[in-house]
């Protein structure tokens, strides 16, 4: 008889909906490559998001404002690779979605066909209620974002809290009931007060995803680099680290340099052995036919 666990089922828009359905949180973190995916499907989190967030934490720019379609699409095809049970997100960058309704569903429907993702998701509220329709229409599945969206931070004046009155906090819940009617089947929730992100998942039959949003939302979502210490320059108030990866890195990356400097690795066991016979064989050889030095005007001069 197998002892092995039963295979889990894909994760789904529908089996989300579900799961808020039965009171079960939704655990959700980016991923950006082939390693990473696999890590998070093996410790079963329900959504892989390749975010645009890949511009700041693998990329090396201060945002996300130039991480570009063939930047998403590589990535996403890493991650698509891991085959993963988790359902599988692809984050529209800037300027892919916003300029036209019809390079929107273009640009939504690579990600799927090119990028191997079950769906997609953009920033913004109501404005963006029409095109996440056609998006929908074209039947593909999309994930909102209202509150702190980092593709707008020269508009909101950088990265800072949204929603903090009550004019405001009416205009995140109208967005994000627009959102629901025009097909999203979920919504990211990104710095905003507890009690307003509580007030939003209660209104939503569709789960939020919360980041920095308290606990009163459906899901939770955090970014792959600050969830296991892999950077260390940016430290939002709502990040919570699991794990120091950077220094662990640094500590064995260092130990590899000692350890290649004194000659300590590698050791016989990460060697390939060669019978005496052949060897003694070569030696013999060599010395009855030395191989001539080959002129170095023949090579590549260094
Ligand atoms: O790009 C990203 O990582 C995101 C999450 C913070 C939701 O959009």
Redesign the pocket.
């Known amino acids: 008889m197998s002892t092995s666990s039963p295979a889990r089922s894909r994760v789904t828009p529908q089996s989300l909906l579900q799961k808020k359905g039965r009171g079960e949180p939704v655990a ?1 973190v ?1 991923a950006y490559d082939h390693p990473s995916a696999v890590a998070a499907d093996r410790a079963g989190v329900d959504v892989i ?1 390749v ?4 511009g700041m ?1 693998v990329l090396g720019y201060d945002d ?1 404002l130039r991480v570009t379609m063939d930047d998403m699409l590589h990535h996403a095809r890493a991650v698509a690779r891991a085959g993963t049970r988790a359902l599988r997100v692809g ?1 529209m960058p800037f300027l892919s979605y916003q300029a036209s309704v019809e390079e929107a569903i273009r640009n939504a429907g690579r990600f799927l066909s090119e990028g191997g993702m079950d769906a997609v ?1 953009l ?1 913004g509220g109501r404005e963006r209620a029409g095109t996440v329709r056609a998006i929908v229409e074209a039947g593909i599945p999309v994930m909102g ?1 209202i509150g702190l969206m ?1 593709q707008s931070i020269r508009a909101l004046g950088g990265y800072r809290a949204q929603g903090g009155t009550a004019a405001a906090a009416r205009g995140l819940l109208e967005d994000a009931l627009r959102l629901e009617a025009a097909g999203c089947f979920s919504v ?1 929730l ?1 710095a905003i007060p507890d009690r307003v992100a509580t007030l939003v998942s209660k209104s939503l039959r569709i789960p939020t ?1 919360g ?1 920095g949003a308290g606990a009163g939302c459906d899901g939770q ?3 792959f680099h600050d969830l296991l210490g892999l950077q260390d320059t940016l430290s939002p108030r709502f990040v919570k680290r699991y794990a120091n990866l950077l220094e662990a890195s640094q500590k064995a990356l260092e130990t590899y340099c000692r350890e290649v400097a004194e000659r300590r690795f590698p050791g016989p066991e990460h060697a390939y052995q060669m019978p005496d016979e052949e060897w003694n064989r070569l030696l013999a050889d060599l010395e009855k036919n030395p191989l001539p030095r080959v002129p170095s005007t023949e090579t590549v001069a260094w």
């Open positions: 959700m980016t998001l975010g645009d967030s890949l934490v996300t984050d998701k920033e974002h980092p990211v990104e995803i980041i979502v955090l970014v």
